[in-house]
């Protein structure tokens, strides 16, 4: 009951639209951000997420990322709608991916992504939840994926930064309460400073 009205909370403040590849609303839609460039041609950081990310989404816009979430969204949609963004020219230098929670996250998804998106993007990825809050199956493949491309990948580690946060999950140990969406958004923008020239390690 607390995620549902948590999410209808969201829906209230979003409107929904698709990137290209989303998939139908079977599992309430998209729900997307948009944050014009601060500078020609620089695209803010691009987040993709499942329903876990929803209720960031305000947090996200007040921190400079774009953001796209939908429920039920594996890594293979994220996979998709990157692909259509690079055809239309509309692929941010940074995309944060923060999927995993619906299904596995394999090194042939991580290797596509980073075909996709090409040696001047940087592909961050987050470690996630499962329900009960339990870290992912893929938790330990996605952090060795910044020593296994070095400049290319970079971890946010979400297990690690929020493990001792109780308050900020709902009874299912997956979904966030308000407080815990906004961390989770400051959290991610961290990214922000890879879209510099010289990015800082974060």
């Given at each position: 009951?607390?995620?549902?009205?948590?999410?209808?909370?969201?829906?209230?403040?979003?409107?929904?639209?698709?990137?290209?590849?989303?998939?139908p609303?079977?599992?309430?839609?998209?729900?997307?951000?948009?944050?014009?460039?601060?500078?020609?041609?620089?695209?803010?950081?691009?987040?993709?997420?499942?329903?876990?990310?929803?209720?960031?989404?305000?947090?996200?816009?007040?921190?400079?990322?774009?953001?796209?979430?939908?429920?039920?969204?594996q890594?293979?949609?994220?996979?998709?709608?990157?692909?259509?963004?690079?055809?239309?020219?509309?692929?941010?230098?940074?995309?944060?991916?923060a999927?995993?929670?619906?299904?596995?996250?394999?090194?042939?998804?991580?290797?596509?992504?980073?075909?996709?998106?090409?040696?001047?993007?940087?592909?961050?990825?987050?470690?996630?939840?499962?329900?009960?809050?339990?870290?992912?199956?893929?938790?330990?493949?996605?952090?060795?994926?910044?020593?296994?491309?070095?400049?290319?990948?970079?971890?946010?580690?979400?297990?690690?930064?929020?493990?001792?946060?109780?308050?900020?999950?709902?009874?299912?140990?997956?979904?966030?309460?308000?407080?815990?969406?906004?961390?989770?958004?400051?959290?991610?923008?961290?990214?922000?400073?890879?879209?510099?020239?010289?990015?800082?390690?974060?």
């Amino acid at each position: 009951m607390a995620l549902a009205i948590a999410v209808c909370a969201a829906c209230a403040l979003m409107a929904a639209v698709t990137l290209p590849g989303s998939a139908p609303a079977a599992c309430g839609g998209a729900y997307r951000e948009t944050v014009k460039p601060p500078h020609r041609g620089v695209l803010p950081p691009l987040a993709i997420g499942d329903s876990t990310l929803i209720l960031s989404l305000p947090t996200l816009r007040h921190e400079g990322i774009s953001a796209d979430a939908r429920g039920c969204r594996q890594y293979t949609e994220g996979l998709t709608m990157l692909a259509g963004l690079r055809r239309q020219g509309r692929l941010a230098r940074v995309v944060i991916v923060a999927l995993g929670a619906n299904g596995p996250v394999t090194e042939p998804q991580v290797t596509r992504a980073l075909g996709i998106l090409g040696t001047r993007r940087v592909l961050v990825m987050v470690t996630h939840w499962k329900p009960g809050h339990r870290a992912g199956n893929d938790t330990a493949l996605i952090r060795r994926e910044a020593h296994r491309h070095p400049g290319r990948v970079v971890v946010l580690d979400w297990i690690a930064a929020s493990s001792r946060h109780s308050g900020w999950f709902q009874p299912d140990g997956l979904h966030l309460t308000f407080p815990g969406a906004a961390a989770f958004g400051r959290f991610l923008a961290r990214a922000v400073a890879l879209t510099t020239p010289h990015p800082k390690v974060v």
